[in-house]
């Protein structure tokens, strides 16, 4: 029997997976497919790594080692729907939660002195931060938005806020003594083994990471944080944000750079509030509370010093946060500020947001004010910069006219700088670090300082030669321009150049387009275009992948959950994302207070259809084919009868849509011609639930308005969240039939 495998994550897909996942069952059960759950919920991860301590009924498989090796099968049909990225207070929160549903669980050991200690946290390690993505992504990344997706953004635009000529908005970011000032890169000639050694001031050498894997081709970089440069940095921007009146507002990515965004944080926190640390820090230290974790993180545990230090703390800080300059804020209403959590504020989505919010963000008393978007590495600021350059000379775009940005992203086995956590390192002391090869000869290094931040990746030749031929082929099919977003000037881009160069040799490229141009010039080429209503491919790295992916969608379709998001996996397998969930978070309090979803399972359409279309050519399964193409017509007309899920109570919701969804599916189905045997099976479905459309409808109504008990935030009791899901028995009954 076909196979997909149907991710069970977290938050907001996570519940909207136990309205859905039964209508997936139900219809594609005639053709021959079983959908099959497994289990990389932030939650599960964590019970996965200690089945020793667990009771067996507790215990769970390692679900993601075993969706890693099924990637790089030609089997592999995944569906992969959002997850957390779990910061370390996100992890806390949830082993707490798991503590208190009787897991026998550590507690997350910030500063292991024990072995065993040294070993919880080796555990927890595995599973914070980008834990699912480098695992399952054996492929390159193909991400656009569908054609019936722009059709409704252009036919039914979302808003945007007007630009000021004379918006005081700019990206602040550091010239030297970052990362991409301090980037070195080779290309090893041939399979290896290699070593990460720190040579101390003293001639000592200390190993930081051993027996590192590398094959010929392959691309190596390494660079460094100069933390004095940092700091400095963020002091300046600190003051230049006073002097301005503008609100400073620090963007990083703390979840997929699980170990240094963490830490260019915490140096964020602890230069806003210089002062305070200056004063209290070794308490705070000994207290165990540290600024990576944020404000929050050390506000929350302020109970461990003596009250009266504790009443000083806190005073000290609220003194500072009622100076200037105003903090941007996560959410006003509850003084949460963009330094309180680490992964409150995540750049991909807080920029495009600010950008299409006419550069505003929303300061201390709620207002919308111009900031000083504070991004230190300045690898990829200048993408936003220049956006900002084009919308404060011409305006906002208009979704109704504007061209598209799909995206080539070169994201197969852990390329760039997301494969780079295992080699990140906080040094002890001053030194060299070097990258050595078996044979101990140097082929990277750089002189450091204690406190700086080191890190190596590596991206593979297969995975190089695989992302240019993607890019070819979505060129020759949509006969848009394909522009690489490389920089001839930084080491590791020029690496690739000279292998773009190469494998494009391989491929058929007459009459197409195919340019390489550094990011920033490649913005201004794209939005260019874009203002004239022309698509343009951008063919990018892994962190480039990830934030035009979100930029460019924020701004065409309103959302990069509309998205659509292929991975060809190297195997000949497929990975079929479903969108971003950042906003996953309100959406569960929503649901826990009033019983309402505003969860849009919109990407969970568009990837099933895919999902689907891949297993029709991969087993010739004709039934598979019809259902896809069904499927896509029904999400279209999801969109365009207004059935998507609405804002506010009393509307429709998640479980709405997708009782339309299956009453769209199922009336595609019974009226097609190409299969008269499934016509025939959908045909008394198609009637039954037209039939009963106005029952349902407001069954699933008049189950809102009320608190909904889901019996956890990380790990939702699967009873009480199916009761919530599926609160329609009519529609449940009708669905149930045909499985």
């Known amino acids: 029997m076909a196979k997909i495998i149907y991710t069970k994550t977290d938050e907001a897909p996570l519940l909207a997976t136990y309205s859905l996942k039964p209508i997936i069952e139900a219809f594609t059960s005639a053709a021959g497919v079983d959908v099959e759950t497994r289990d990389i919920s932030l939650a ?97 990344s193909d991400r656009r938005a569908p054609a019936a997706v722009k059709g409704y953004a252009r036919s039914f635009p979302h808003s945007m806020g007007a630009w000021s000529p004379d918006s005081k908005t700019e990206v602040a970011t550091m010239s030297t003594g970052d990362f991409a000032s301090n980037e070195t890169s080779v290309v090893l000639e041939a399979d290896d083994t290699l070593t990460i050694q720190l040579v101390g001031a003293d001639g000592g050498t200390t190993v930081l990471k051993e027996s590192i894997p590398v094959l010929a081709g392959e691309v190596v970089d390494a660079t460094f944080m100069d933390v004095a440069a940092l700091r400095t940095f963020l002091d300046e921007q600190v003051q230049r944000a006073a002097d301005a009146d503008v609100l400073f507002s620090l963007h990083l990515k703390a979840t997929m750079m699980k170990v240094s965004d963490p830490i260019i944080f915490g140096h964020a926190v602890e230069v806003f509030f210089a002062d305070v640390f200056a004063r209290y820090g070794e308490q705070l230290a000994a207290a165990g509370l540290t600024a990576d974790n944020g404000l929050a993180g050390i506000l929350s545990g302020l109970d461990a010093l003596p009250a009266d230090v504790r009443d000083e703390v806190r005073s000290a800080f609220e003194a500072r946060l009622a100076e200037a300059p105003r903090l941007s804020m996560v959410n006003s209403d509850r003084g949460i500020t963009n330094l309180h959590v680490p992964s409150d504020v995540i750049i991909d989505a807080s920029m ?3 950008i299409r919010n006419g550069g505003k963000l929303w300061g201390p008393q709620g207002e919308e004010s111009d900031t000083l978007a504070v991004i230190p590495d300045h690898s990829y600021a200048g993408i936003y910069q220049a956006v900002i350059d084009d919308c404060r000379t011409n305006g906002a775009y208009d979704p109704t006219t504007m061209g598209s940005v799909p995206n080539v992203g070169l994201m197969a086995q852990k390329a760039e700088e997301y494969g780079s956590h295992d080699k990140t390192f906080e040094l002890a002391g001053a030194g060299t670090v070097q990258v050595v090869d078996s044979s101990g000869a140097v082929l990277l290094e750089h002189q ?17 030669r ?46 197409l387009q195919i340019e390489i141009m550094s990011p920033d010039e490649a913005t201004t080429f794209s939005v260019e275009r874009i203002r004239r209503g022309e698509d343009t491919i951008s063919v990018t790295g892994n962190v480039l992948r990830d934030y035009n992916t ?35 978070p309100k959406h569960v309090q929503q649901l826990q207070k009033e019983n309402y979803l505003r969860w849009d399972s919109l990407g969970e359409f568009l990837a099933l259809a895919e999902s689907l279309r891949h297993l029709a050519r991969k087993d010739d399964n004709a039934r598979a084919a019809v259902l896809a193409e069904t499927l896509d017509r029904a999400t279209e ?8 899920p609405a804002r506010r109570l009393g509307q429709i919701d998640n479980r709405g849509s997708h009782f339309y969804l299956a009453l769209y599916w199922a009336q595609g189905l019974a009226g097609q011609s ?35 008990d889901i019996g956890g935030y990380f790990r939702p009791d699967d009873a009480k969240a199916t009761q919530v899901m599926r609160p329609s028995a009519t529609f449940n009954q009708v669905i149930d039939s045909l499985r």
Not at 448 to 464: E, F, H, L
Not at 681 to 708: C, H, K, M, Y
Request: with cysteine.
């Open 550 to 584: 979100d930029l460019f969608p924020i701004l065409e379709v309103g959302t990069s959950a509309k998205m659509l998001s292929v991975v060809p996996l190297m195997n000949g397998g497929g990975l079929f994302e479903t969108g971003a969930g950042g906003s996953a």
């Open 44 to 140: 599960g991860r964590i019970i996965s790594q200690f089945g020793d301590r667990l009771t067996p009924e507790q215990q769970l498989p390692d679900a993601l080692a075993e969706l890693g090796q099924l990637a790089t099968t030609p089997e592999a049909n995944i569906i992969k729907l959002p997850n957390i990225s779990a910061s370390v207070p996100q992890l806390k929160a949830a082993v707490a939660e798991l503590q208190s549903q009787g897991f026998d669980l550590p507690d997350y050991p910030e500063n292991p002195t024990t072995d065993e200690e040294r070993d919880a946290r080796a555990r927890y390690d595995k599973v914070k931060g980008s834990a699912v993505n480098p695992v399952l992504r054996e492929g390159n």
């Open 674 to 708: 190409e299969d008269p045997e499934l016509a025939s099976r959908f045909a008394a479905v198609a009637q039954a639930l037209a039939e009963n459309e106005q029952t349902i409808s407001q069954e699933l109504l008049d189950a809102q308005g009320s608190p909904a």
């Open 448 to 464: 450091v300082q204690a406190g700086d931040i080191w890190r190596a990746c590596q991206t593979k030749d297969a995975a190089i």
């Open 637 to 644: 007309k999801v969109l365009t009868e207004g059935r998507s």
């Open 352 to 354: 495009p947001a600010m």
């Open 466 to 511: 695989d992302w240019v031929k993607l890019a070819v082929e979505r060129a020759r099919i949509t006969g848009a321009p394909a522009v690489f977003w490389l920089d001839r000037e930084r080491a590791h881009d020029a690496n690739l150049i000279s292998k773009v160069q190469e494998y494009l040799g391989e491929h058929d490229t007459d009459g």
